[in-house]
């Protein structure tokens, strides 16, 4: 019944392995992190599974993580009985990489001369099970899907072939053995056979994984880890650093997280909720494929990733958990989009994930709502087209390049704070860089006067200030658009003096454009083009044009 096949990774695994095997990265002990958190994930998966199908012949009995290492044979496994792999599986999940941004993030490495800007990147892109391959010159995985008779053999150098087979007589669940480095044996650091080394390094990254790690040494076998769900117990008794680790295991990150939020609810409707801002933005944020990033819990039942109903769309790189205690664990993605509770439980994560960025606007150090900002501006603004309700709690957020002080960024706030006695409106100039803006003839009146403009060069940007009437009652008018007329308005006679030439231009350039008029806007330039109030303007004439329309 077995057919062995030697099967080649696909070329960016390959790429992943190759880097994962030279290693660079400098913290080799993540790979059992890694390992852990994938055991953990096919625990909740197949409880899940088990609730929901009660025909699948799974057992649920004692599910759990078991770590056995031989010093003897230089071997580390990672077993557990959760969902298991079928080949196909195998095939689709091990030899490949699904993950979106995958190829950007390859470039960008390659590009990438110094190690420790490689090393970041590496940690952001999260390498899960392939990280193996830091300590290991060979991976044995054993597998068998939960309710299948047939297991799976797969075994790899990680040098772009594996060998995959059928064997019969497996326990459900999966076991990863790794062949640890030869080079490695001699060195205490990496010494990944002793049992005592195995156990603080589960203690430092997996202390809160829900199922037990179990060890056994002689005789005894020991739970490893606390096994207490993080987002239950109360905020003063967990560290920061568990609160870091948890979100590298729910957010398949290798970093830690800019700001840790939390939230409970008690009463008639009870919820937890333990969410993370990322310190950087997911490489698919603008990908068609993106996915929303709160994972949702029943009762400490993991329900789902990705759970949509959570969180809008605009806040899509928020990560973390929601607990909610009087949902059926059977809901399914369809009943949660009209479930007045998840509702409830959204309107008020959106509003707490909006005024934490808000705090972190105030403190004193900027670095925080500054890396936020630069990472996740772009999507926020998303949020003024399509969340009305908290349209003035985003504005209060957003911060914009502005003709002010070419180095930094001002929030609304400040820009109607410095507006000038008489200046009614928030003026803005929208192009493509800030270098073309700075260019434009449009700003030359505006900064004679010493208004000062904001500077948009996002798409977005386009999108927005047109749905968006105002910021505490001051209208956003673009500089470029229609009659915005600064007092000095021209005079009859100004009008008079120049309608021969302005005749002579409307009727020689009637091609180009359709009007010529006589304006105070400009000081140095002779002549500028301005677009009508109602025009699209030119960059998201280009947008429209790249999709088509
Ligand atoms: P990620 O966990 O970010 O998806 P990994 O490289 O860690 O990426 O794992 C790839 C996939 O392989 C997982 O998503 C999962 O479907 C599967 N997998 C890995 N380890 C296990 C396991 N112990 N049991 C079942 N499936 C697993
Ligand atoms: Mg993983």
Request: charged share 30%.
């Amino acid at each position: 019944t077995t057919s062995a096949e030697t099967l080649e990774f696909q070329s960016e695994a390959r790429q992943l392995l190759q880097l994962m095997i030279h290693s660079i990265y400098s913290n080799k002990d993540t790979f059992l992190r890694e390992l852990v958190s994938n055991a953990s994930d096919a625990l909740d998966k197949l409880r899940l599974e088990a609730f929901r199908d009660k025909e699948l012949q799974a057992d649920t009995d004692d599910l759990h993580i078991e770590i056995d290492t031989d010093p003897e044979k230089r071997t580390l496994t990672v077993r557990d009985n959760g969902i298991g792999m079928s080949r196909d599986d195998v095939v689709a999940l091990i030899g490949t990489i699904a993950k979106s941004g995958t190829a950007e993030f390859l470039k960008k490495l390659k590009e990438t001369k110094d190690s420790a800007a490689s090393q970041d990147l590496i940690g952001q892109f999260g390498i899960g099970f392939y990280a193996s391959f830091m300590v290991a010159d060979k991976v044995t995985l054993l597998t068998r899907r939960a309710g299948s008779d047939e297991g799976v053999r797969w075994e790899s150098e990680g040098e772009g072939t594996y060998t995959i087979e059928t064997v019969p007589d497996l326990p459900q669940g999966t076991s990863v053995v790794l062949h640890l480095k030869p080079e490695d044996a001699e060195d205490q650091l990496f010494d990944y056979t002793s049992a005592t080394k195995i156990k603080q390094i589960v203690k430092k990254y997996s202390d809160f994984i829900t199922w037990p790690i179990r060890m056994t040494e002689g005789e005894e076998t020991t739970t490893v880890n606390s096994m207490k769900a993080l987002w239950a117990r109360s905020s003063s008794d967990v560290t920061e650093d568990e609160y870091n680790e948890f979100y590298k295991h729910v957010a398949h990150d290798w970093n830690d997280p800019l700001e840790t939020i939390r939230l409970q609810a008690e009463g008639t409707f009870e919820y937890q909720a333990l969410l993370f801002l990322p310190g950087h933005a997911p490489l698919d944020l603008f990908m068609r494929e993106r996915k929303r990033g709160v994972q949702l819990y029943v009762k400490r039942v993991f329900i789902m990733d990705d759970c949509e109903a959570l969180m809008p769309e605009y806040l899509r790189f928020v990560k973390g958990v929601v607990d909610a205690q009087d949902l059926s664990l059977n809901v399914s993605r369809e009943i949660l989009q009209q479930d007045r509770q998840i509702q409830l439980i959204r309107r008020r994560l959106v509003k707490k994930v909006l005024s934490t960025v808000k705090t972190m606007m105030a403190d004193e150090n900027p670095y925080k709502y500054e890396t936020f900002w630069k990472e996740f501006g772009r999507a926020v603004k998303e949020g003024l087209l399509d969340d009305h309700e908290n349209r003035t709690a985003i504005l209060d957020i957003c911060s914009f390049a502005s003709t002010n002080d070419p180095e930094k960024a001002t929030s609304l706030r400040e820009y109607v704070e410095r507006m000038k006695d008489g200046q009614e409106h928030i003026y803005y100039l929208t192009g493509e860089s800030r270098q073309s803006i700075e260019n434009s003839p449009h700003l030359e009146a505006f900064q004679a006067k010493g208004y000062e403009v904001l500077v948009l060069t996002d798409p977005i940007d386009e999108m927005w200030v047109d749905a968006v009437a105002g910021y505490e009652e001051k209208q956003f008018q673009s500089v470029a658009k229609g009659e915005v007329e600064l007092d000095s308005d021209t005079t009859d006679e100004q009008k008079e003096e120049f309608s021969g030439l302005l005749t002579w231009l409307t009727t020689t350039l009637s091609e180009q454009v359709k009007e010529v008029r006589l304006s105070s806007r400009l000081t140095t330039s002779p002549a500028c083009i301005v677009g009508d109030t109602n025009d699209v303007t030119p960059t998201l004439e280009k947008m429209y044009r790249a999709m088509g329309q």
